[in-house]
């Protein structure tokens, strides 16, 4: 450790301290300030608001009721010239019905009819189908009522502008004699709106099913936008006639929803109403202004106090940024790595403490990879032994279990196993035949044909070398190797006929190791098959006795050069008499059609 050296106070907390003392006054002041004015300029945004909103629906009203007049002042005139079409007054009839639409530019088309629907009518003549439907309806509405028929508003693109059908009936002798009828220009009414819509304000006029009467936005009109699902309908439809309205809410007119404030205003006698909206942000564009006033005092005093305390700990956060470095770089897992700080305070004396723990650290680990390796290779070792112990009991497949362990790891490897599955399927191959210790010599180095009973014995050595294999937690992995490399794709294995990817895949892989092995190798009463006619043997059998994918993956290893073959019996075996000429060669088919050595 050296000399001891003087240790000195950390000054987070102090730093720390700092930023709220300088920051949360300010900021908490700014935003109680803030808040008190958007209060404020909302209230008197809605009071003016509320103010447009009754001026506008007042000149409406007036607006209506001027036309009311003068088609009740038509309508008398007609009632007290004793009005008949068939009669000589017809022409002064027509003349009253022009003078009315030269003299009033409201009035874009009138016409006078008796009860059976003939009459005189001046003013635009409409190519549109629409405005004679609503002309006709009226007419049947006013020969049944004789009050004011007015009809909804609508758009009419021929003359781009909304109307409206004004409908009255005519009385002679207490009886319904005829309808005087008018289509309204709106055009009166879209000016107040566009006068009213002003310093960000827009004023607007909607029927309460949402039907769009007046917008200074004449696009939205000659489009029908519908503005029935807008929030300013539905409260509209909510209130009660002359009542008022102001509140928050959304607007759709622009295909996305805008946060409004706004007032809606019914106009008193008809279904429609006012709404006279602004959109937040631009009503509270001054609060904006202030905020974005207060961000920057409030930015210059953290900057200042962020500046001072840097200066206080510069000490401070330089060794901690190479002690966070150094962590990072021991965590990936570079135990070399040490931290040099000199600092005379706690960091430095958590350093000096850090750099013993990492040597420790390493020297721990080194110690256990050793360990570990060396119980491997034994581990390795003493299983190699128990598979050349298999082996030695029958000289003509010396080095069997190892040539098969080293076939399956270059199969798994085609098949992109990792390195621990490798490892697996390496102690799967050198251990499959394991249960091989349990078969009698005098049948399993027997060199002639087996007998029903002598198959049946040999057949018993998968599930000997699973059960020996089970009493060992550390092979739970590896005894499927052992139970199930006979097992063959189709179903036609044994010990319990299993089939497709029922059989485990270290399985399926030792399976096309041992059989590949066992064709290549001379025996005493075979010679050895060339690799090649082995191998176009195997894929034969892909899909019956062996899965697909392993002899591909078989194919792989052995075109690539992973997997060589020896050419020569150990020296030590002496030749004998081959078995009988109808014993199959290994690893042929044929030989499940009676009992046979098994390798």
């Given amino acids: 450790m050296g000399q001891t050296r003087r240790r000195t106070r950390m000054v987070y907390s102090l730093l720390v301290g700092m930023l709220l003392i300088a920051t949360v006054p300010l900021i908490l002041n700014n935003k109680k300030l803030i808040q008190a004015n958007e209060q404020r300029l909302a209230t008197d945004q809605r009071l003016l608001q509320l103010s447009i909103a009754k001026h506008l629906a007042a000149q409406i009203s007036t607006y209506l009721e001027s036309c009311y007049n003068q088609m009740d002042l038509i309508k008398r005139t007609i009632e007290l010239s004793d009005y008949s079409l068939d ?6 009839v027509r003349r009253l019905l022009e003078e009315q639409v030269k003299s009033n530019e409201n009035f874009i088309f009138l016409r006078i009819v008796n009860s059976e629907g003939k009459g ?10 629409r405005t004679q439907a609503v002309l006709d309806d009226a007419f049947r509405k006013g020969l049944a009522d004789s009050y004011f028929i007015v009809s909804k508003p609508y758009y009419v ?25 008018s289509v309204i220009s ?3 009414i879209v000016r107040f709106v566009q006068e009213s819509s002003v310093s960000r304000q827009t004023a607007y006029i909607v029927n309460t099913d949402g039907t769009l009467i007046a917008h200074p936005d004449k696009t939205l009109m000659r489009s029908h936008v519908d503005f029935s699902d807008h929030d300013a309908v539905k409260e509209l439809q909510r209130l009660k006639k002359s009542v008022t309205s102001t509140k928050p809410f959304l607007d759709y007119s622009r295909g996305k929803p805008v946060e409004m404030i706004g007032s809606v205003t019914m106009i008193p006698d008809i279904a429609w109403g006012v709404v006279v909206q602004t959109e937040k942000e631009a009503a509270l564009y001054s609060i904006r202004e202030m905020k974005e006033e207060a961000v920057k005092w409030i930015a210059m005093a953290i900057g200042l106090s962020l500046l001072l305390a840097i200066t206080i700990a510069q000490r401070v956060s330089g060794p901690l940024a190479a002690m966070a470095a150094a962590t990072r770089s021991i965590a990936a897992g570079n135990f070399d790595q040490r931290v040099t700080i000199k600092s005379n305070n706690e960091l430095g004396e958590l350093a000096d403490h850090f750099n013993v723990m990492v040597e420790r650290i390493r020297t721990n680990i080194e110690q256990l990879k050793q360990m570990v390796e060396e119980k491997r290779q034994m581990f390795v070792g003493l299983v190699k032994a128990i598979a050349a112990t298999i082996d030695e009991k029958d000289p003509y497949t010396r080095g069997h ?19 621990e599955e490798l490892e697996k399927i390496k102690i799967g191959g050198l251990l499959h035949d394991v249960g091989k210790i349990g078969i009698e010599d005098s049948v399993l180095k027997k060199p002639a044909k087996y007998t029903e009973d002598e198959y049946m014995i040999m057949k018993q050595h998968p599930s000997k070398g699973a059960h020996i294999m089970a009493l060992f937690p550390q092979f739970r992995d590896i005894v499927p190797a052992m139970h199930s490399h006979h097992e063959q794709w189709d179903g036609k294995g044994y010990p319990q006929g299993l ?18 092995d066992a064709m290549t190798l001379r025996r005493i009463y075979q010679s050895a098959f060339d690799p090649e006619a082995v191998i176009a043997k195997i894929k034969g ?14 194919i792989k290893a052995y075109d690539e050069g992973r997997i060589h073959v020896p050419q020569s019996l150990p020296d030590d075996v002496t030749m004998r008499e081959p078995p009988p000429p109808d014993r199959p060669l290994a690893g042929d088919p044929q030989e499940s059609s009676q009992p046979t050595n098994v390798t």
């Fill in 157 to 181: 693109d021929e003359i781009d502008q909304v109307v409206t059908v004004l409908s009255k009936s005519i009385m002679q002798n207490k009886k319904v004699v005829g309808v005087v009828s």
């Fill in 499 to 516: 089939r497709g990817e029922e059989i485990p895949i270290i399985a399926r892989i030792i399976s096309v190791a041992d059989c590949f």
């Fill in 186 to 188: 709106f055009e009166p």
């Fill in 120 to 129: 005189v009518r001046t003013g635009y003549e409409f190519a549109g189908d």
């Fill in 541 to 554: 059998w892909g899909g019956t006795r062996y899965d697909h994918a392993v002899v591909d993956a078989l």
């Fill in 87 to 92: 009669n000589e007054k017809i022409g002064s």
């Fill in 401 to 419: 279990s190892e040539r098969v362990s080293g076939y399956a790891v270059e199969i798994a490897r085609s098949l992109g196993m990792n390195n």
